[in-house]
């Protein structure tokens, strides 16, 4: 098969390349899909003939990658190879997920470069417009409308919302999913707090019907007083005093430029996409070796790949509330505008991001990634030499770090998730959890009344704040210095020295700890629960070598969460999770593994 893969890729290229040269100027490999781009992907979609069912639902469109190597050979050559402009979409039509392949080199003549039906379990993303319509089928219901009497409320007193309903062994063929209800009357917009507890729809989000119902017990409705979070509405300290107004000077502007989608600071450089389901993607991040005069990549590609959220009550109404929140609700298409000078400083930047609504159609998100350089206060190196004819010498490098951040509203949460770079050549991901808990209805007023487990904290009269997990996951594409990287675990291993003074031991037996470095030659070498031996996590090239012959490398440095999931190994929400077992997992390079 080899002679002819050369001619097709050599017609391949000849052709993209005339369409290319059309069209100036030519985005980043690796920059999102433009609305014009997404238009184009539609159109080929909806003429595509061997798909006659309408309607047709889009659930995903996103950047189709060029593989690796084609990218980092356009960055690097002089003279680019012109990579073609794909799309990768998931669709809806006829019961079926559909999965196609666009291309988009040329937006005026799109075209469908392949066709696929997903038959294995699983479902896309739901669309914000099925949420919607899924939400108000309950007003027309007349059980719902008897449950509602039944405890003394009106229609315009209650909003609903669909709740994802995890898996649990059956592989379904419809996409159902869970309605459950809140009370929005009484004044307080946090309507989370004050729960239809006890009534649960189970709807087919696609047919928009109501497939069961189901009204098991009535509980007091948590009071509204005191629920409020709206600022006039909070009393202290939720509107404490506000501190007095600070200002971010920088007399010579700002440190960072933005190029499209390439931003450049201090000693680095990275590209910054968007992507509908995992939101902000970092890609090609490369640190300035000043003394080489060279670019030397760390990073090339990394995003939040997935939220799981398992509630810990196995109540009727609340044992399937196992989140996923990228794959299911979308962080791209979650994510919020931000607030200019509180979600952000002035100091900042910002940019939009495109996702498409389910007919297909661009919907821009404005203000949705802010980039800015933060002073906290925080010193990055420090010194102080006391001795010596000169002491004493003080030296200290102030940490000022690039942050780039994105705000992912996913029903009552508010994830902030923060990328920062720092001089020093780190990276840190950093994920903050705000916004409003998902609160359970109980008849229980103070914590004496209590007898059984009700799987959470009496937070409030007649309110439950369930246990609950987020396992944030992100998928990092190390590159350091290369392609060519090894996994090393480090491990530190406690030691006895025997305290013979000939071979240069202590006078008296020692115990100390000394490090075993390890290779990871397998995957199932390249899983670690951090919480097991103390370890280094690296990540080196094993072909870059410093001056004293070190090799080069990053060190994975686990802070604060560093929890695995308690879940027994064979309940349905943990093995469809069963990644949260260990915190991390390394693999080989598969462009289709993300
Ligand atoms: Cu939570």
Redesign the pocket.
């Given at each position: 098969m080899y002679p002819p893969l050369v001619l097709v890729l050599a017609i391949f290229f000849a052709v993209a390349t005339a369409i290319a040269a059309l069209s100036s100027p030519l985005p980043h490999p690796l920059d999102p899909l433009s609305p014009t781009e997404l238009t184009a992907v539609r159109s080929a979609v909806l003429a595509f003939s061997l798909v006659a069912s309408r309607p047709i639902s889009f659930h995903y469109v996103g950047l189709d990658e060029p593989e690796k190597p084609d990218v980092l050979s356009h960055t690097n050559a002089a003279a680019a190879a012109i990579l073609p402009r794909r799309a990768f979409v998931i669709a809806r039509a006829g019961g079926l997920s559909h999965e196609f392949y666009v291309d988009v080199t040329n937006t005026s003549a799109p075209r469908v470069v392949s066709h696929g039906i997903h038959d294995g379990p699983g479902f896309p993303m739901f669309t914000t417009e099925e949420q919607v319509a899924a939400g108000q089928l309950s007003r027309e219901y007349p059980p719902f409308r008897e449950s509602l009497q039944r405890r003394g409320l009106a229609l315009t007193n209650v909003g609903c919302g669909v709740f994802s309903m995890g898996w649990f062994g059956k592989n379904e063929a419809r996409r159902l999913a869970k309605v459950q209800c809140f009370i929005v009357a009484g004044g307080t917009a946090n309507y989370y707090a004050r729960p239809l507890e006890g009534v649960t729809l189970l709807v087919d989000v696609e047919k928009l019907v109501i497939v069961a119902y189901r009204d098991r017990a009535a509980y007091s409705v948590p009071k509204a007083e005191g629920t409020d979070y709206r600022a006039g509405k909070a009393r202290p300290p939720f509107n404490g005093a506000v501190p007095a107004p600070g200002v971010v000077v920088q007399p010579e502007g700002k440190g960072f430029h933005i190029d499209d989608h390439i931003v450049r600071w201090a000693n680095w450089e990275f590209h910054v996409g968007f992507d509908m389901r995992a939101g902000t993607v970092i890609s090609m991040a490369s640190v300035h070796d000043a003394d080489a005069d060279l670019w030397r990549r760390v990073l090339y590609r990394g995003f939040a790949s997935e939220i799981f959220?398992p509630y810990m009550d196995p109540e009727e109404e609340w044992y399937f509330h196992t989140f996923m929140d990228a794959g299911e609700y979308g962080l791209g298409v979650s994510a919020v505008p931000l607030q200019p000078e509180a979600d952000y400083p002035a100091n900042a930047a910002y940019m939009d991001g495109y996702y498409v609504d389910a007919d297909g159609k661009p919907v821009k998100s404005e203000n949705i990634i802010c980039v800015f350089e933060r002073y906290a206060g925080d010193i990055a190196w420090r010194h102080t030499g006391v001795a010596g004819p000169i002491a004493p010498i003080t030296e200290v490098r102030p940490d000022v770090t690039l942050v780039v951040r994105m705000v992912v509203t996913v029903g009552n949460?508010d994830y902030t998730l923060d990328w920062e770079f720092k001089t020093v050549g780190s990276i840190k991901t950093v994920v903050s959890?705000s916004g409003i808990?998902?609160m359970k209805a109980t008849n229980y007023t103070h914590v004496d009344q209590i007898r059984d487990d009700i799987h959470g904290t009496l937070i409030a009269e007649n309110t439950v704040g369930v246990y609950?997990?987020?396992f944030i996951t992100y998928h990092l594409d190390l590159d350091i210095d290369g392609t060519k990287n090894s996994f090393i675990k480090n491990t530190i291993i406690p030691k006895r020295n025997t305290g013979v003074r000939a071979t240069g031991g202590a006078p008296t037996p020692r115990s100390y700890w000394t490090v075993l470095y390890e290779v990871a030659e397998t995957e199932a070498e390249g899983q670690v629960n951090i919480n097991g031996a103390p370890a280094d996590l690296l990540f080196v090239n094993p072909s870059k070598k410093t001056k004293v012959g070190n090799e080069v490398g990053y060190r994975l440095i686990p802070a604060g969460a560093t929890a695995t999931s308690l879940l027994a190994n064979n309940d349905y929400p943990q093995r469809r999770a069963s990644y949260t077992k260990k915190q991390v997992w390394v693999t080989p390079y598969n462009k289709s593994e993300k």
């Open positions: 959220v949460y959890l808990l998902e609950h997990d987020h």
